[in-house]
């Protein structure tokens, strides 16, 4: 092709985009997590508790971002975010009100806390020591009231202008390293919003708080880890119908199991009669697919039949052979 028609072809290209139109991702959706096909509760409650991060600056903050993911990915689940983020906080003012915020609450509480409590210890009051044992009792208390904790790690602030705030980030590193011990300690859900937003402070609105893209990639990070701890805790036993139905040469099945247990899977003809002990073992949390080769069965109907050690978990499905 000719130099000239290469942009004649580029020209008109562009002459179907108006002008100021941006490609943003925005337009992108955002990608669901299998958990949310067996989410065994009604509702999806979370507390959001914490400081100006969490309170939200200048009209910008997470709290309405993380609906949406929750009302695209969990059609047909209530979804209630509370903002308990006060401004200007330390970790002992949050100790003060955190009763009052989680009172009659169920669900998920989210602890962003901590930049406060640096550039208090930076200017020499408090002290690393202090913010781990207050934050302790923030857990405890969260997991006293039954919710589920999910504790974020704290952004940097720009240090960049000035020198004064290189110590602050130090101080933040600090407490992220015992944020996640406390996670590991606790068995709680870490949402690493300092490994997400690191150091690109195009992220920022000022030197502390994120812009409206630092917003959504926090959404997006305290998303991923609730979906973690409902993968982990919330999910309801489900076995699906084998695919392909009617079967021929190879059947599969989806079983879903809320925790670990041993499960049986057995196959049975229409007179009663075991035909095959598919599987005997125990499984983990989580979607388990079983792929039963049907070479051997002779065309007609069958049964699954599925238990579980525990008596917990029990269910039938019919299937068809037909070649």
């Known amino acids: ?15 179907f985009l108006t002008p ?7 337009n992108v959706k955002i990608s ?3 958990a949310a096909q067996y989410y065994a509760k009604d509702s999806i409650n979370i507390v959001t508790f914490g400081a100006s991060t969490v309170e939200g600056v200048k009209g910008l903050g997470f709290q309405s971002m993380l609906e949406s993911n929750f009302f695209n990915c969990y059609p047909g689940k209530v979804i209630n975010i509370t903002n308990q983020g006060i401004g200007g906080q330390t970790t002992l003012q949050g100790l003060l009100r955190i009763d009052k915020a989680i009172l009659n609450r169920t669900g998920f509480i989210v602890i962003s806390m901590g930049i406060n409590d640096a550039l208090a210890i930076n200017a020499g009051r408090g002290s690393i020591s202090q913010t781990e044992a207050n934050m302790r009792l923030l857990i405890t208390t969260s997991l006293n009231q039954k919710l589920t904790p999910i504790l974020c790690t704290l ?7 000035d020198r004064n705030l290189i110590a602050v980030n130090a101080t933040i590193r600090q407490l992220n390293t015992i944020y996640r011990k406390l996670v590991t300690e606790y068995k709680l859900y870490l949402a690493d919003v300092n490994g997400a937003m690191r150091r690109d402070f195009s992220l920022y609105q000022d ?5 409206a893209r630092g917003y959504r990639l926090i959404s997006y990070v305290i998303f991923d880890a609730i979906n973690k701890a409902i993968f982990d805790k919330f999910l309801q036993f489900v076995v699906t119908q084998n695919y392909p139905n009617p079967a021929s040469s190879q059947t599969s099945i989806d079983i879903v199991l809320p925790e670990a247990d041993k499960i049986n899977v057995q196959i049975y003809d229409l007179m009663g009669r075991l035909i095959k002990t598919v599987l005997n073992e125990y499984l983990n949390t989580g979607k388990h697919t079983l792929e039963i080769n049907t070479t051997t069965f002779a065309s007609g109907i069958y049964f699954f039949k599925i238990s579980s050690d525990s008596g917990q ?11």
């Open 1 to 15: 092709m000719k130099l000239s028609a290469i942009v004649s072809h580029i020209l008109l290209l562009f002459s």
């Open 20 to 26: 100021g139109m941006v490609f943003s991702q925005t």
């Open 32 to 34: 669901c997590p299998e």
């Open 155 to 161: 952004q940097n602030v720009d240090d960049r202008t």
């Open 207 to 211: 030197v502390f708080h994120p812009n």
């Open 313 to 323: 978990y029990n269910s039938v499905k019919k299937f068809i052979v037909a070649r």
